[in-house]
């Protein structure tokens, strides 16, 4: 099932999500309806707030990258309660998109190489060691946990220039071709 996209400004996307547990209510489903809203809006991520799910949980499938980022093919993943426990001092500046933020998309600078650990979708812990790529979209999904968007990461003069747009997002003054909840979008 495809679920509709939270755009910024939602109260959901500024919250610290939970931890869940193996038991957690319809998790397979959910992760299976995570992929297939991320393939329907053509993304190459989706943390679980951005469907109005405060968890800690985040699917990637980065195999759109593969052809000028090889590391990229087959990066397809699950990951539950991640925790980035490592990051280079060394940075990389990649332009960014995000499926809540529809029509935009911003140079965001970020540690290069990241150790994550996590757990699969059958709950088995990995630790594992990423960099390029996978790197930079783990690491924009993990912001999702932690209540932050990419325009976050900009510098605040930018950000400043960027208000009125973030303003028609939350409003829903915005042309995107999926199914989107707009937190302030007004009656006419
Ligand atoms: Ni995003």
Sequence with gaps: MILPVVAYGHPVLKRVAEEIEPNYPG????????????????GVGLAAPQINKSIRLFVIDADPFQETYPEAKGFKKVFINPEIVEHSEETW?????????????????????????????????????????????IQHEYDHLEGKVYVDRVAPMRKMMLKNKLRNISEGNVLVDYKMIFPAKKRR
Excluded: W
């Design 93 to 137: 500046t990649f332009r960014e998109g995000c499926l809540s933020l529809p029509d935009m998309n911003e140079e965001v600078v970020r540690p290069s190489k990241i150790t994550i650990n996590y757990l699969d979708e059958n709950f088995v812990e990995h630790e594992e060691e990423y960099d390029g790529i996978c790197a930079r979209v």
């Design 27 to 42: 998790l397979q489903q959910l992760i299976s309806d995570m992929f297939e809203t991320m393939y329907h809006s053509e």
